[in-house]
């Protein structure tokens, strides 16, 4: 069964850094692109980066720069790498799936808080 399991947020100052974890049991074949997206409290949800089925990555937003996404095929687990962050990078972050072929992603997990202080 799919299910995207996100972890590791939690508070840090500005300039810290953080590594959010996502298992994403079902989800190991190649069709799936993932992507971790953030939504801050009063604005909408943005992505801020994205894994293609053949490995390609793409970054957006205001975080590009700062952070790495990356997957552990063995694990099916994906990760987000954060660093310099900032007190508006203060978000919930998601990871998400969705066949590769579709436009929208429509899997996604419960979220990891993200809260960074100045």
């Known amino acids: 069964q799919e299910q995207l399991v996100e972890s590791g947020g939690g508070s840090v100052q500005a300039g810290g850094s953080l590594r959010l974890s996502c298992e994403a049991s079902?989800?190991?074949?190649?069709?799936?692109?993932l992507a971790w997206f953030r939504q801050a409290p009063g604005k909408e949800r943005e992505r801020v980066a994205s894994?293609?089925?053949?490995?390609?990555?793409d970054y957006a937003g205001s975080m590009r720069g700062r952070v790495t996404i990356s997957r552990d095929n063995a694990k099916v687990t994906l990760y987000l790498q954060m660093n310099s962050l900032k007190p508006e990078d203060t978000a919930m972050y998601y990871c998400?799936?969705?066949?590769?072929?579709?436009?929208?992603?429509?899997?996604w997990g419960q979220g990891t808080q993200v809260t960074v202080s100045s």
């Open positions: 998400a799936a969705r066949f590769c072929w579709d436009s929208e992603y429509n899997h």
């Open positions: 079902g989800y190991s074949s190649s069709s799936y692109c």
């Open positions: 894994i293609y089925g053949g490995g390609s990555i």
